[in-house]
């Protein structure tokens, strides 16, 4: 329902689709019905709380972008050249459906890899796509490249993916971001920090491998080298129970094996954490005492820890620090990852679950640049993909191994839809290029994953051009190929409607009303005081990485798990700096870009600059390179241009490039994650692109 604001300027309530935690309750202002305004964040909402980021503000300038895609075209250069000729959408839909069938008759169909990820975290304009893959047999997709690494290890401990109610930060009196930049990538965990630094004198701490926007406000700052989580964690924990601040009758209850875990980490001092992390000994003994002294400590575990090769291990040592001091005990207390386990939404019907067709294989999303190029250990055996249709992502531009990846897409004999809202990079390589709505522009059911508000953004304005959805596409797609599933026949608020209905949700009238319903758990249950989420209730320090993986993963386990650290500790699996590869890389996320989204918007790209690498000043001086100046970096996998920035706040031999750039803007048009590796970390695969070895020089 709409409201109208004083000016007389009339309010649209929506929801942000992107790939951020905060899904945001949105108020957008209807200038008319094709046109937006300003885009403010919900006051009503208590998690977003009137709050939202910039680059989602200014929205006006993507929804209105004049480069928008608004036709559909055909290829009519060479593959990546991005020349195409304007055709109806008919002719567009018949030349893929033809494609797919085409692939299928001569390779069977597994040969056709639908492909998509989070460019929307709408459920039915995401995973609608799957009813194709289920009704139709094709190739399955295991998305990997975000949470594969950070779920399995959250899982490991606490057995269930959940946590404390991000709204108690405000009664918190010392609030950990450990691994994330909320100022640049949840703007919302800001908010709810600042009020307990007003309300209480919280204090703010903050882990990470250099000096972010979040670090900067931080009071206790602890600026690690990249993949060392583990060993800080472990030390901390050493210090919590060496000096008498472990919680033993909590331990007692509520834990697998606490006094393992004592004997485990009695040589993990913090002079051995020091060498390894490179904090100091007091720094850690000090940060220790301050988590051990203080019952309302709240982790806030970001993704960026992560996206390391020994990501999975160093998420399970971090959420072990507030089971050792009992933190779950308090409001205000414990530890937030994601709220991905609280949903329990029933997709059937979006996904075509009950599809009687036999399954086509798995593939790992990441892993998109080898399967394309015919890797037999990603094919699995089976046929050769020669058909794609990809939606709400950009692979030759976020997938990691660059090079492979446009290797893969530039094989004449693949056919590749891309159904896109701006020209990118992977929308050069497409035979058939559709034109795709935004989220105003259709109606969709979101899911918050650092809140607990299920919400429904109906659509508000139209599409410009010939703009149609996903869901337009997959059930046009499905008439042709003769795909027959009810689902078809139902338009998207028909799927939202049975979806919240199969999940004992209110229905969507409800969400008609108000956009947003709260079905957070209560306090017993969002803290574990029932018991965590393994069968024996228990918090579980020995981590079963077998059975993590396949809670988390598609695939079940991938990679080798037999080297994984059973005790939490430092795991090094990452990438090792060496002579030939001196300085360790991560290519962590700007501001006003979201992955690569929004790079092509002209605020952004003002704000953000132009593709830049943080460098120590010493590390620049040591190597005759100067601060401003281009410079080259080189991984195992390829080399990237860029230019260097002078930056103190990290340690020496640590370099971090921030945003997903257009490729085009580097030299060469060769993007960062050109860099980047697509080998398959355990246990369940997973994006490390914040784990790469890199040299340097001058360019
Ligand atoms: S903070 Fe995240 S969810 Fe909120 S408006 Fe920005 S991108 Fe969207």
Redesign the pocket.
């Known amino acids: 329902m709409n409201v109208h604001a004083p000016s007389n300027i009339k309010i649209g309530k929506s929801v942000?689709p992107?790939d951020?935690p905060?899904?945001?309750a949105l108020e957008v202002e209807l200038l008319d019905e094709n046109t937006i305004g300003r885009v403010r964040g919900a006051k009503g909402q208590p998690y977003t709380a009137g709050v939202?980021?910039e680059?989602?503000a200014r929205y006006a300038e993507r929804i209105h972008h004049p480069e928008r895609l608004l036709y559909p075209m055909k290829r009519v250069g060479p593959k990546g050249a991005g020349q195409f000729e304007r055709i109806s959408w008919d002719e567009a839909l018949d030349l893929t459906a033809a494609a797919f069938r085409k692939a299928e008759a001569e390779h069977g169909a597994e040969s056709v890899w639908p492909y998509y990820y989070a460019g929307t975290m709408g459920y039915v304009m995401r995973d609608g796509i799957e009813r194709l893959v289920n009704t139709k047999g094709y190739s399955q997709m295991y998305g990997t490249v975000c949470v594969a690494l950070s779920f399995p290890g959250f899982l490991a401990g606490a057995g269930r993916l959940s946590g404390s109610d991000s709204r108690e930060m405000q009664k918190s009196d010392l609030i950990v971001v450990w691994g994330g930049n909320p100022v640049n990538t949840?703007?919302?965990v800001m908010t709810h920090v600042g009020i307990a630094r007003k309300t209480r004198g919280a204090k703010l701490a903050c882990v990470d491998i250099y000096e972010t926007g979040t670090m900067k406000q931080a009071d206790i700052k602890m600026l690690i080298k990249p993949g060392t989580d583990g060993a800080l964690a472990a030390a901390i924990m050493h210090v919590l129970f060496r000096d008498g601040m472990a919680n033993w009758d909590y331990l007692d209850q509520y834990t697998d094996d606490p006094k393992g875990l004592e004997a485990h980490l009695a040589d993990k001092t913090p002079e051995w954490a020091s060498a390894i992390c490179g904090c100091s000994v007091e720094a850690i003994i000090e940060f220790a005492h301050m988590i051990g002294k203080t019952p309302r400590s709240y982790f806030r575990l970001g993704y960026g820890f992560t996206r390391s090769r020994n990501g999975a291990a160093s998420m399970h040592a971090v959420n072990c620090i507030p089971v050792v001091t009992g933190a779950w005990l308090h409001e205000g207390g414990g530890a937030l990852h994601s709220n991905s386990g609280i949903w329990k939404l029933n997709k059937s019907i979006i996904e075509a679950k009950d599809a009687t067709t036999k399954r086509g294989r798995v593939m790992d999303q990441g892993r998109v640049g080898e399967v394309l190029c015919g890797n037999p250990v990603d094919l699995q055996g089976g046929p050769p993909v020669t058909a794609m249709l990809i939606q709400n992502t950009n692979p030759v531009s976020i997938a990691p191994d660059q090079t492979r990846v446009k290797e893969g897409f530039a094989r004449e004999d693949l056919f590749t839809c891309v159904h896109e809202q701006f020209i990118t990079e992977t929308a050069k390589y497409a035979d058939v290029l559709l034109p795709a709505t935004m989220f105003l522009e259709h109606d969709d059911l979101y899911t918050g994953s650092g809140h607990t508000h299920l919400s429904v953004g109906p659509k508000l304005v139209n599409a410009p051009g010939e703009c149609r959805t996903n869901d337009f596409v997959h059930k046009e797609l499905a008439k042709r190929l003769g795909a027959d599933h009810p689902s078809f026949e139902k338009t998207p608020r028909a799927l939202i409607d049975e979806t919240l209905k199969l999940s004992s949700h209110p229905s969507l009238a409800r969400f008609d009303e108000e956009t947003w319903i709260d079905v957070g758990k209560d306090f017993e249950t969002s803290h574990f005081i029932n018991g965590f989420g393994h069968e024996d209730k228990k918090f579980h320090f020995k981590a079963n990485w077998r059975k993590a993986a396949k809670a988390a993963s598609r695939m079940g386990v991938i990679g080798d798990i037999s080297g994984m650290p059973e005790w939490p500790g430092y795991y090094p699996a990452h990438e090792q700096a060496d002579e030939n590869y001196p300085f360790r890389l991560a290519t962590s996320p700007a501001r006003t870009f979201?992955n690569s989204t929004f790079n092509e918007t002209p605020s952004s790209r003002k704000r953000e600059g132009r593709p830049t690498v943080f460098v120590h000043p010493e590390d620049l001086a040591a190597l005759g390179l100067a601060d401003g100046g281009k410079v080259k970096l080189g991984s195992r996998r390829g080399e990237v241009t860029l230019h260097a920035k002078a930056f103190e706040g990290l340690q020496r031999g640590v370099l971090i490039a921030e945003g997903v750039w257009h490729n085009e803007a580097y030299e060469d048009g060769k993007g960062i994650n050109t860099l980047t590796g697509s080998d398959q970390p355990a246990p369940a695969g997973g994006g490390t692109f914040h784990d790469n070895a890199v040299w340097m020089k001058a360019a």
Do not use: A, E
Request: hydrophobic share 30%.
């Open positions: 942000c992107h951020c905060s899904t945001c939202i980021c680059k989602v949840q703007v919302n979201l």
